[in-house]
């Protein structure tokens, strides 16, 4: 069984809008296409059969309505660790030898479809994107063995950062193991204790803010995300 994990917990205050940003609108559809399904679709592509929305205390209930299909599973996080968030799928779904995680987030756009090599990849995997210097993100390290958590680009971390994650049955295991004894509240540091490969794919924007979103909505994005994709 393949698994999909979407967070959609964030309060979204960055943006201030009247409804989730999970559900702002791409552009190119000649209908309603929230950011949100297009990292669903991507899962579904490749070979989610179960896609666990993890919101935060509160249900936010338009995105329930918009993802009401079989498919999908709503679990809401009463806690505000981000790293919780696979926590709560590991306390709803009994997971087996054999089975797949895929962990993607819900404000972003991306060209590629690095599920598809995620999924081919063994034990955990984080998938990484390029972004602009002045995000703070957990960027790769230069020696690439560690995440720089929360950090802005440096000399010792590369343009690097992860953006997606694909776990098996042992790295999730691995995961809650280390969650249960140290009660980490970053993804990132989590992962930097355990063992993890990477798949390079290229730029993504994270329409979470606004800078990113008017990048986005004005095209000025356009020529790094498909420049960085040759």
Request: glycine share 8%.
């Amino acid at each position: 069984m393949i698994y999909g994990i979407v967070p959609v917990g964030g309060s979204g205050s960055r943006l201030g809008l009247p409804f989730p940003k999970e559900l702002l609108p791409l552009k190119g559809y000649d209908h309603y296409y929230p950011v949100c399904k297009y990292t669903v679709d991507n899962m579904i592509a490749a070979g989610c059969e179960k896609i666990y929305f993890i919101h935060g205390s509160e249900t936010k209930q338009m995105i329930k309505d918009y993802f009401d299909g079989k498919e999908f599973y709503h679990i809401n996080n009463n806690s505000p660790m981000f790293s919780r968030t696979i926590i709560c799928f590991l306390d709803n779904v009994d997971i087996e030898e054999g089975d797949t995680v895929l962990y993607g987030l819900p404000d972003s756009y991306y060209v590629e479809n690095i599920f598809n090599d995620l999924v081919k990849s063994s034990g955990l995997v984080c998938g990484l994107f390029e972004t602009i210097d002045q995000l703070k993100v957990d960027r790769l390290l230069t020696n690439e063995d560690k995440f720089d958590v929360k950090s802005t680009k440096n000399d010792n971390n590369l343009n690097l950062f992860w953006g997606t994650i694909k776990f098996d049955y042992t790295s999730l295991k691995d995961y809650l193991k280390f969650f249960i004894e140290t009660e980490e509240s970053e993804v990132g540091n989590i992962i930097n204790n355990l063992s993890f490969g990477v798949v390079k794919s290229s730029f993504y924007i994270d329409l979470g803010t606004w800078n990113s979103l008017n990048m986005y909505w004005s095209g000025d994005s356009e020529g790094y995300i498909y420049n960085s994709k040759k």
